[in-house]
């Protein structure tokens, strides 16, 4: 009796994006954490020193959360409406913070309420930060203005009246403590010096600027205004270096790995592009459920924290390299028989070698093929994970039902929600160019079965005018495809008949550009 042969599965070549360091680096973080907020989250701010809390501002709170909790370990709420810019500064003992009423605040992260009230704006104040002196701070409105503000006296040091429209954005540097950069919707961001009257450079953005980032270094600059993210060279006085446009819509956030060596944006579009500042190419893309309004990374890229309009904070922590327990696979020693037979044993000539038969194991739709269970073993290839993940195993089954002849009776029998299944999975793959011969095949012996149960269940019925109406748009490419490849067919024709006939040309001119020389008369 000979042995049972499992059924041979053709494997396919596997379609997928390169695999490259920052796809492996951006994809090794754990399952999100998602909290509801009161508001949608505008501002997301890291304290600068360990234990890495975050300042998330959102309606009239500002939240502040441990680096792996999920409630809040501390509030500020003495807002009399919508808080914005929630700002720690570089020794992450102070926190400050604009609201709607044009009123900037300060807090000490240990208390509840307000430091210091600084009051000048007339307008919604939606950027604040610290400078790096630690000493003052910055503050933008809507009432077009920027001021800078002294911390212990409350008083104003510099008014600058520049933007002609709302100031949505700013940063200050971290180099220099004079200098300050804001963007606003009138299409421009200026960089402003405190020891001067006015601003030092300006730069046209195009489009309503929604954030600017200052790099470390101070020497480049990026703006995220529209669909466009532009970085500027500031030792060239803020000339153009790259304009990007990756998002679909408009680009809200921008924010920088550790290492300052990767450029974040987030946008409207639900997406986190991820740039390289070399080469200003992206190199990977994060995608969320919502419009993402602010963005904000970890020391050390330890977590990515998402604020997003449907008011949810979204929290992604990096996995840790747990080390593995290595058990050492210890040698197998010798067997008595070699002891016996001794270490130069050399097999003899009429020796037999008694081999010891190796256990064939089966897969499951193979087990149930083997006891002509057909119909059984159908169903096990259709299961949710493995036509979903490998669909070339459930055509491979089919395909050998079909060999044996008994694919009819496999499809047969079968109720309301099997025959759904079997038709899920042929309207997922019987376009695909692997699988549409086989099920093509399928697709007509059940339309032969069950034509007869058309009108009983509407599920059913839809399922059929889906397949239908796949199997028609097919078959219209596959036509338009042919009379594409009848016109290149003629376009090649025509180019080798004029090529055959120039060089036939040429040959002939050649003939006639070399006639016989004449031999020259004699004169008397």
């Not at 907020?37 to 975050?54: K, L, Q, R, W």
């Not at 509030?75 to 720690?88: I, L, M, Q, V």
């Not at 195009?206 to 466009?228: C, D, K």
């Not at 119909?375 to 044996?404: F, Y």
């Amino acid at each position: 009796m000979t042995s049972y042969k499992p059924t041979v599965i053709q494997s396919y070549p596997k379609f997928g994006k390169k695999v490259t360091r920052d796809t492996l680096y951006w994809k090794n973080y754990k399952a999100p954490v998602q909290i509801k907020e009161f508001g949608a989250v505008t501002s997301i701010d890291f304290s600068p020193i360990a234990p890495y809390n975050y300042a998330i501002t959102a309606s009239t709170r500002i939240h502040i959360y441990g680096r792996y909790s999920q409630e809040p370990i501390k509030t500020f709420s003495r807002f009399k409406d919508t808080a914005y810019c929630g700002t720690y500064r570089d020794d992450g003992k102070l926190l400050v913070a604009g609201s709607e009423d044009g009123i900037v605040r300060l807090f000490d992260v240990g208390g509840r309420a307000a430091l210091r009230q600084y009051s000048g704006h007339t307008k919604a104040v939606q950027v604040t930060a610290f400078t790096s002196d630690n000493y003052r701070l910055m503050s933008g409105s809507d009432d077009y203005s920027v001021r800078l503000w002294d911390i212990p006296s409350s008083t104003e040091l510099h008014c600058f009246k520049e933007h002609t429209d709302y100031i949505r954005c700013g940063c200050t540097s971290n180099l220099n403590a004079d200098l300050f950069v804001t963007g606003s919707y009138d299409h421009t961001v200026k960089v402003f010096d405190a020891r001067m009257d006015k601003s030092v450079i300006t730069m046209e953005h195009g489009q309503p600027v929604e954030s600017v980032l200052l790099f470390p270094s101070g020497g480049l600059l990026v703006s995220a205004g529209g669909r466009y993210v532009k970085v500027w060279d500031m030792l060239k006085g803020g000339q153009l270096l790259v304009s990007l446009r990756n998002h679909h819509k408009t680009v809200t956030c921008l924010c920088l790995s550790s290492s300052g060596q990767r450029l974040l944006s987030g946008s409207l579009d639900r997406h986190v592009k991820i740039y390289s500042t070399s080469t200003y190419k992206v190199v990977h893309s994060l995608d969320y459920a919502a419009a993402i309004l602010s963005l904000a990374l970890a020391p050390e890229d330890e977590a990515i924290v998402v604020g997003m309009t449907n008011s949810v904070l979204n929290i992604r922590h990096r996995k840790r390299n747990e080390k593995k327990l290595e058990v050492a696979n210890k040698k197998r020693g010798p067997s008595y028989r070699y002891f016996v037979k001794g270490k130069d044993y050399m097999p003899k000539k009429d020796d037999l070698l008694v081999s010891k038969p190796v256990k064939l194991h089966l897969k499951k739709y193979d087990k149930l093929l083997k006891s002509f269970q057909v119909s059984l073993a159908l169903d096990a290839v259709l299961e949710t994970k493995v036509r979903m993940k490998t669909p070339e195993i459930t055509t491979g089954v089919m395909q050998e039902l079909n060999r044996r002849g008994t694919l009819q009776n496999a499809l047969a029998g079968r109720d309301e929600k099997q025959l759904s299944t079997l038709l899920s999975f042929l309207i997922r793959n019987v376009v695909d160019p692997r699988f549409t011969s086989v099920l093509i095949n399928v697709a007509e012996i059940i339309i032969d079965i069950y034509s007869s149960v058309i009108g009983e269940s509407s599920v059913v019925d839809n399922q059929f005018l889906k397949l239908q109406d796949l199997v028609e748009k097919e078959i219209d490419y596959q036509e338009e495809l042919l009379e594409v490849l009848g016109m290149m067919d003629t376009i090649f024709a025509t180019m080798t008949t004029k090529k055959e006939a120039v060089v036939s040309g040429s040959q002939n001119c050649t003939l006639i550009a070399r006639p016989e020389q004449e031999e020259p008369m004699a004169v008397a």
